[in-house]
């Protein structure tokens, strides 16, 4: 794909996890998992392509993009949106977002999240960042880097570390 404009992606309720991998990938992501599937459509309709289980969206005229996620498994729906849409690894952003709000996420200096980490993390880490919606603060650690083996498997581009 690998064009100017960021994709977007809004989420039913029922692809939660989809949505939180797309968001590690850097996609903005809407995602309410109280939301209904119209009100979902609804936010999508702000340039935003709809990642939709419900039949009778699949089957009904949208006047917006949409892809029908047919695989159970997370996994394989980010396999089918990557493949649908011609992503590749350069169209990513990998940890760039929060994966609970969808904001873009910034370094933090590491002496402004003394006490709001765990004192091991603060000790043992240098690069922080933080949400500026929600302030939650994120690190690099052993759960990074299973996420970035993943990303690399899914973009064919593991080399074996």
């Not at 011609?86 to 370094?107: A, M």
Request: aromatic share 10%.
């Amino acid at each position: 794909m690998n064009n100017e404009s960021e994709i977007c992606f809004a989420a039913e309720p029922t692809l939660g996890k989809l949505a939180k991998w797309l968001r590690i990938l850097g996609f903005d992501t809407s995602y309410e998992p109280g939301f209904s599937t119209k009100k979902t459509m609804d936010s999508g309709r702000k340039n935003r392509i709809l990642l939709t289980r419900t039949e009778r969206v699949r089957d009904g005229k949208l006047p917006q993009e949409f892809i029908f996620i047919t695989p159970n498994i997370p996994f394989e729906q980010l396999r089918e949106v990557i493949d649908t849409l011609g992503i590749i690894y350069t169209d990513t952003r990998p940890f760039s977002r929060c994966i609970r709000c969808n904001t873009r996420i910034q370094p933090v200096d590491k002496e402004s999240v003394r006490g709001n980490v765990p004192d091991f993390i603060w000790q043992t880490r240098d690069i922080f960042q933080i949400c500026g919606r929600c302030r939650r603060i994120y690190w690099p650690g052993s759960h990074t880097e299973r996420s970035h083996d993943i990303i690399m498997r899914l973009f064919d581009r593991y080399d074996n570390r």
